[in-house]
């Protein structure tokens, strides 16, 4: 801090009186000092005359004083004393130097006495003068040092007190200082991080500007005056290099170098251009390969600090689709404005700020008056208006100004024109533009007239009057309708129940009567029994299948199956018949085919059993064929494509029509050939569209027919690992006799699918003596021949070959028979399987012994009652049934109990445990989902399964009985393969949880 103005001149003061303090303390210690050296030289004069008197009268007295040199010792007035003394002794040297004279002895004597004396007294008197003074002096300077160094003290003092209150003034300052430095530090320490983002920001910005600028697709560049890139986008360099095959970079030059001359020239101009005009944009036409491209090239120039030109900044784009899209848009309003025109459609464009309207030459012509007499505003527009709907007319248009509304206006009012003619008017129309408080202040719309629909609705709403007559009466009618499909659904219902139930009984015993021993007459009769309750269950079953269709009730099922399989099961089941007609079946899969696909097995069985069914009735002799390829639709769906081909009779063009329409027939007539309910092909065409697919057929009469239809599968995917066990006998080698040209063919395909080598030959009478020469590992033989034939060309083969020799059967010649030829290590039944033939193949390859005969031998069966002891209880009304339930389950060695209603079910479970229940549904006095429910309300069905065994089949049978607690349910009439396969499924399952 400052020292305050008014201190000031205390302290110049105190400064001035020590600084005069000092100067005489100086001053007189300085006199003081030339005092003393006086007083020093007065003794030495004193010592020097007595020394004078001693020396006598001899010039050497006189040179000493000479030497003495008092005058210049001591100049006058030096002091500020009285002369006197240097006066004196100097007038007394003169006298003894004008009087000194050897020879005279007495003058020198006299005069130097006097001066002797006079000196003395001189010297004397001057020597304590200046002892007083000198005394006097001494004093003054210590009084005067004594003041001083008190007032020096004091000032010392003082600018201690000044310095020490500065320097706390100055601590205090540099503290201040120190917290701003350090609050500038913060803050240059926060401006510093604050810098550093924004550098961040402003690179991330760059790079995603860059990013922005290289996804556009557009060419962006800049040169400078030079013609240098300084930088450019991908979009750029790719199309430079398309065009000129150069690499370009940063620094290159856009010359001669690198465009042709022409191309150069012409950018010279443009680039000219701007670097004089500053900024200018056109637009470029060219033709390339006979299309017109056009692009939009803008170039604007870069300025230095100077405000000079440096460089240009260049955007080109191609915009032949926006031309394209703009001649469009053109063509398209010229469209629009002679459809407007055609349809009598007046556009009206309304400024609400002004309330003008503008209106196209149309409106006019529908009020019948020139475009002048139409009026601008909306009150003259409202002057058209009838009387009756101007209100709300104006209050329509009212709604359209308000802000925050729906801003359209869709109004139909009457108006009269110039002739006097009512007219219906038709206005639709839309805000198109409003001001920042949402205020609308433009819309746009066209207005037409609708006479004659207003005419047309009035007719409409009579007849929509009648409609509702006409949809009541379908109402009345529907009802009766729907109680009339309830009465015969309740009919199909009892029917099923009713002709499944003997059904049973004859189905069933016949299976057991084929089981015992029979002759052949009675076998013939039984399998004639047998076939016709298939036949019959068939059509049941196929009534009730389209039944459900029909009704939309039947849902397809997804599980995952080997499609292989399938096929094997479907030509397993009618094996029998084509072996009986002396026809041959095969398949082949192709290679694309995955193993394993997730759907509705039984349905797909059930389609390709009706189409093979068909090939069969319809086929006297030859082949039927069967193929599956795939086609992968994406991840993890696959389209199969099946084709089933026959050589049998075709079908006709004209029948080709109603092929698939339910209960139709190729031959209607009562005198047909071929029997059936016309609904399979119906049923087979609504599963497969069920599976996203479809069907079609390609036949030609008198030669044969091809049905082929796809469906849409999910392929399963098994974690277990892949058991490839033909591997190691991949390249095996096979001959293979054919009887008959192209029998073969799918098993050949097969074979080579397996890796095999194939060599085919034709059988003949003379192939024994000319067999072909090399190597063979396996041999298929025909059986279609009598015995010595074959066994000539087994004596011959194995003559030749080391080879295993397989024979492939028709189902019409026994295996005992086959069995009795020597050097035959297998036998294979057509038609062929070919999961079986492959089983066969390993076995027969990797046995020791070749004199096996038969490749897969059967094990010893043991019954399933054995296998899987279980206590088994059938509840059934019907004598009939209920003697064939016991009778099949004593043949799988089960000896069950049977009782006829559910109340005996009650009772009988109270002192026996059963282990499986089959349940009929339909019982006296107490039937089986009743039963069913009271054993579970009193406990007594804990370890026990019971399994619905019924004859009801139709939708929602089995989720009726499932949902009164049973837990399985299988329908009649029940086969003895299909009851055991159930038993021994809950038989493990039983296992399984009394060993859990």
Not at 195 to 218: F, H, P, T, Y
Not at 778 to 803: G, H, T, V, W
Not at 885 to 904: D, H, M, R
Request: with cysteine; aromatic share 10%.
């Amino acid at each position: 801090m400052n020292e305050s103005p008014h201190k000031r001149p205390y302290s110049v003061i105190l400064l001035a009186f020590v600084l005069i303090v000092g100067s005489f303390s100086t001053f007189y210690a300085y006199q003081n000092h030339r005092a003393s050296e006086v007083f020093i030289k007065l003794q030495r004069l004193e010592l020097f005359t007595n020394k004078i008197f001693q020396k006598g009268d001899s010039l050497e007295a006189y040179s000493f004083f000479e030497d003495l040199e008092i005058q210049t010792l001591y100049p006058k007035n030096e002091f500020g004393v009285s002369p006197l003394f240097t006066e004196e002794i100097a007038n007394g040297l003169n006298s003894i130097q004008n009087t000194f004279d050897p020879s005279i002895t007495t003058s020198y004597h006299q005069s130097k006495a006097s001066f002797m004396v006079q000196l003395e007294e001189t010297v004397q008197r001057y020597r304590l003068f200046y002892h007083a003074k000198i005394e006097f002096q001494n004093r003054l300077i210590l009084i005067m040092m004594f003041t001083g160094s008190i007032l020096f003290l004091s000032v010392l003092f003082y600018i201690l007190l000044k310095w020490k209150q500065q320097i706390d003034e100055f601590n205090e300052v540099k503290r201040m200082n120190e917290r701003k430095l350090i609050d500038l530090s913060d803050e240059l320490r926060q401006r510093d991080i604050e810098k550093d983002e924004i550098n961040i920001g402003l690179k991330q910005n760059e790079r995603e500007l860059l990013k922005i600028i290289n996804s556009m697709d557009a060419m962006i560049w800049s040169v400078d005056r030079e013609y240098r890139v300084r930088y450019a986008n991908d979009e750029f360099y790719s199309v430079i290099k398309a065009q000129t095959g150069v690499d370009m970079r940063p620094g290159m030059r856009l010359d001669n170098s690198i465009f042709p001359e022409g191309v150069t020239n012409f950018w010279d101009v443009l680039y000219s251009k701007a670097f004089n005009l500053g900024s200018f944009s056109f637009q470029e036409e060219r033709t390339t390969k006979g299309v017109k491209r056009y692009r939009q090239i803008n170039i604007q120039s870069i300025y230095d600090n100077d405000n000079e030109r440096i460089s240009l900044a260049c955007f080109s784009k191609d915009i032949t689709d926006l031309i394209l899209k703009e001649d469009a848009i053109r063509e398209t309003t010229e469209r629009l404005k002679l459809a407007l025109y055609n349809a009598q459609h007046g556009l009206w464009d309304w400024n609400m700020r002004s309330n003008e309207f503008q209106f196209d030459n149309i409106w006019p012509t529908i009020l019948g008056v020139r475009l002048h007499e139409v009026g601008t505003s909306i009150e003259k527009w409202a002057n058209w208006v009838h009387p009756e709907d101007r209100d709300s007319f104006l209050e329509a248009w009212h709604q359209l100004m308000l802000p925050g509304g729906e801003g359209v206006i869709e109004h139909q009012y009457r108006i009269l024109n110039k002739d006097g003619r009512l007219l219906w008017i038709q206005t639709k129309g839309s805000v198109t533009e409003t001001e920042s408080n949402g205020i609308p202040i433009r819309a746009i719309g066209t207005s037409w007239e609708i006479s004659v629909s207003k005419q047309l609705e009035e007719r409409l709403k009579m007849l929509l009057g009648r409609q509702r007559e006409l949809n009541d009466e379908l109402f009345h009618a529907k009802e009766s309708a729907l109680k009339a499909l309830q009465v015969k659904s309740e009919f199909m219902a009892t029917m099923s129940h009713e002709i499944r139930t003997p059904m049973n009984g004859v189905i069933g015993m016949t299976s057991l009567l084929l089981k015992t021993k029979l002759t052949e007459e009675q076998q013939d009769f039984v399998n004639t029994i047998r076939m016709s309750g298939d036949t019959l269950l068939a059509v049941i079953n196929d009534i009730l299948d389209f039944s459900k269709i029909e009704s939309g009730t039947l849902d397809l099922e997804v599980f995952p199956f080997r499609v292989e399989s399938c096929i094997e099961e479907a030509i397993s089941l009618l094996s029998n018949q084509a072996v009986e007609k002396g026809l041959e079946m095969v398949y082949f899969i192709e290679e694309n085919v995955p193993e394993w696909i997730e759907g509705d097995i039984t349905r797909l069985r059930q389609i390709l059993i009706n189409l093979l069914s068909n090939a069969v009735k319809f086929t006297n002799s030859g082949l039927i064929q069967v193929n599956l390829s795939s086609k992968k639709l994406d991840t993890d769906r696959i389209e199969l494509f099946f084709s089933i081909k026959d050589q049998g009779i075709g079908i006709g063009h004209s029948q080709m029509r109603n092929l698939f329409q339910p209960f139709s027939q190729l031959d209607a007539s009562t005198t047909r050939k071929y029997g059936g309910t016309g609904l399979g092909l119906a049923i087979c065409n609504r599963l497969v569209h069920m599976m996203e697919g479809s069907m079609e057929v390609k036949s030609i009469e008198g030669e044969g027919s091809e049905f082929s239809f796809t469906i849409v599968v999910h392929e399963h995917i098994t974690q277990s690992p892949v058991n490839d066990s033909l591997k190691p006998l991949e390249g095996l080698s096979v001959l293979l006799f054919e009887k008959y040209i192209g029998r073969n063919e799918m098993l050949v395909k097969q074979l080579r699918k397996w890796h095999f080598v194939v060599k085919q030959i034709l059988w003949s009478s003379e192939v024994t003596l000319n067999l072909p020469d090399g190597h063979f590992d396996l041999i298929f033989i025909p059986s279609e021949s009598d015995n010595q034939e074959l066994m000539n060309l087994l004596s011959a083969c194995k003559a030749k070959y080391d080879a295993k020799v397989l024979i492939v059967c028709s189902g019409s010649r026994p295996k005992d028979e086959i069995n009795k030829f020597e050097g035959v290590n297998g036998f294979l039944i057509k038609p062929i399987r070919y999961s079986i033939l492959k089983q066969i193949v390993i076995n027969i390859m990797n046995r020791t012994s070749i004199s096996a005969h038969l490749a897969i031998e059967e094990p010893t069966k043991q019954l399933l009652g054995e296998r899987y002891p279980l206590q088994i209880l059938v509840a059934e009304d019907n004598p009939v049934n209920q003697k064939l339930a016991l009778f099949s389950l004593k043949n799988l060695g089960y000896p069950a109990k049977a009782v006829v209603n559910g109340l005996e079910v009650l009772d009988i479970v109270k002192s026996v445990s059963f282990d499986l229940i089959f349940m009929d549904v339909q019982m006296p006095e107490l039937d089986g989902l009743q039963a069913t429910r009271a054993l579970i309300n009193q406990g007594l069905k804990r370890n026990t399964k019971v399994i619905a065994m019924t004859a009801n089949a139709l939708e929602g049978d089995r989720e009726s009985c499932l949902e009164a607690g049973m837990d399985d349910y299988i329908a009649k009439p029940i086969t003895i393969d299909a009851l055991s396969n159930l038993i021994e499924l809950w038989a493990k399952r039983i296992q399984q949880n009394g060993a859990g």
